[in-house]
């Protein structure tokens, strides 16, 4: 059973616009979650991170949101750029142990030129 | 390369045949891990590593031994290859901060026939 779901394998947006890549979790230990993108050849890399005590985290043009009440977290991307394209994972742990990192499947963002 | 080494890139085995993974960071971490990338399943750990030394099961152990003699280097061993362990391997370290933040290599490829 996946704890941390990615319901979309895939999503293209147009250049300029925004980016929303979802995850959904069903573990309500989970208490910190992370974003990674990965080019292809490449090991993933760290993007962005919140913990549960926040409902936003901002880094220049991505945004996460939580919604624990629907255990909800959201990657926005504005304005989305071609080189954002790559496979992004939402991950989350129990009191942000790197050991208990729970990973989702992945989307594939495409953004067109 | 996040300050991680991965040989080989690339690999292919026949069914029953042992072969290495090795892992080397330059970050003088305590902390590295093994995971696997399978396709829908995004990545799942197989053994982690808090310091040298000392070694624990991550979520999908069976049929691999790993070995970390000293603080660089991890390695990842599969004594008789079986065509489920198909996949893209990655080595990671994490930093001082237990955040789930971590470093991955650019990963191998394996492909067991």
């Known amino acids: 059973d996946q704890q941390v779901k990615q319901n979309s394998p895939s999503l293209s947006v147009q250049e300029g616009r925004i980016s929303i890549l979802n995850c959904d979790y069903t573990?309500?230990?989970?208490?910190?979650f992370l974003w990674y993108k990965k080019y292809p050849a490449e090991g993933p890399t760290f993007l962005i991170s919140?913990?549960?005590?926040?409902d936003k985290n901002e880094d220049g043009r991505f945004t996460v949101f939580l919604n624990k009440s629907a255990k909800h977290l959201s990657l926005h991307i504005v304005p989305s750029q071609p080189g954002d394209s790559a496979v992004y994972f939402c991950?989350?742990?129990?009191?942000?142990?790197?050991?208990?990192?729970?990973f989702g499947s992945g989307t594939q963002l495409t953004v067109l030129p | 390369n996040a300050g991680v080494t991965q040989t080989p890139k690339f690999q292919v085995l026949k069914t029953g045949q042992s072969m290495t993974l090795q892992c080397a960071q330059d970050?003088?971490?305590?902390?590295m891990y093994w995971y696997r990338q399978d396709p829908g399943m995004g990545l799942r750990l197989i053994y982690y590593?808090?310091?040298?030394?000392?070694?624990d099961k991550g979520e999908v152990p069976n049929g691999y031994n790993v070995s970390r003699l000293n603080k660089r280097e991890f390695s990842l061993r599969l004594e008789s290859a079986a065509p489920s362990q198909t996949s893209v391997y990655f080595c990671?370290?994490?930093?001082?901060?237990?955040?789930?933040?971590?470093?991955f290599g650019e990963g191998s490829r394996l492909t067991v026939l």
């Open positions: 991950a989350a742990s129990v009191g942000g142990s790197a050991r208990q990192l729970t």
């Open positions: 573990n309500s230990m989970f208490d910190y």
């Open positions: 919140i913990s549960s005590i926040k």
């Open positions: 970050m003088n971490h305590n902390s």
């Open positions: 590593s808090a310091s040298e030394g000392t070694t």
């Open positions: 990671a370290h994490r930093g001082a901060l237990n955040t789930g933040e971590l470093f």
